[in-house]
DNA sequence: CGGGTTGCTTGACGATCTCAAGCATCAATG
DNA sequence: CATTGATGCTTGAGATCGTCAAGCAACCCG
């Protein structure tokens, strides 16, 4: 009676389990944000943007409404974090791009998420490999829906 | 070249994926909560009220400050959906519990998470137990963390 | 050019969150 | 018992987040 057999867990442990792992890795990232003065949606917004993204995108992106991304990236754009610039195929667009402090930013964040990694680092290349592929599974059923 | 050859993810990769992962499952529970006319911050209490929880272990629970917790609490109060009870030990301590119809709710917000269910419907049996148990490993890692 | 759509911003309002302050109660001490 | 310190909860101020409704500019189409 050491080793637990490993029975076939229920649906409902299986949920239990990805939503407290899911809040914890989302308190690891918020954390991390916080210490580089960002709230975790910033951070959030931030880690989205790898190339130059509208406004609309962002909204999209984080499923919100388009007035509540304005707000974000003023602030991001007063702490010289994102830059909004003019669309040359559309004037109404406004693209959003992270400034190099910016990048940098969120590089740090995402390097800065220790749980996480240590979490991580408990998995063999082999374990890391299946729980990729399995997670990668559940991936379309959970992309974002309507 | 049909099936992908499994290479192994980089971390990076994982990181990524299980952070998408976690706000696709946030999204679907905050949908859901939404339908009974709740925040997701509502519900996320709601759904730790298994028993009589002091305001403080909610707070603890919920990684906040205490003062949240009273509006959350208060909302919830006058919804009928929790209920607060005197400490019979502690004349200090208020005790949450969830009243009937708070459990009734919780339970349905759980079981309207389509998106989620589905995807975990798409795997098998034994897919399961091996998701659950390197999932399980994972979380000594992210739990808390101060 | 006129009319409908789209992209972004603004303003109002509620919910969430933190911090500082305050009150009541508990626990430990003299 | 009275004092002191810690603990549990609430309140109030202030910032962020989130929605909706309204508005303006620019696009698209006929």
New binding site residues.
Partial sequence: MTATAPRTPTKAQLLELVAALGTAQWQDFAAAAARHGL?S??AKLLSQLKGPV???GLATL?V??????????D?LEARGLVR?EPDPA?????NVVATDEGHETIRRVRAEMQATHSALDTLDEEERTTLYGLLERLRPGLEHRG
Same sequence: chains 1, 2.
Avoid at 64 to 73: E, K, L, M, P, R
Avoid at 90 to 94: A, C, F, G, P
């Fill in positions: 709230t949606v910033q509208p406004m609309r984080l919100c409404d388009a007035s509540n991304v304005t707000g974000i990236v602030r909004r559309d004037r109404r667009v406004k």
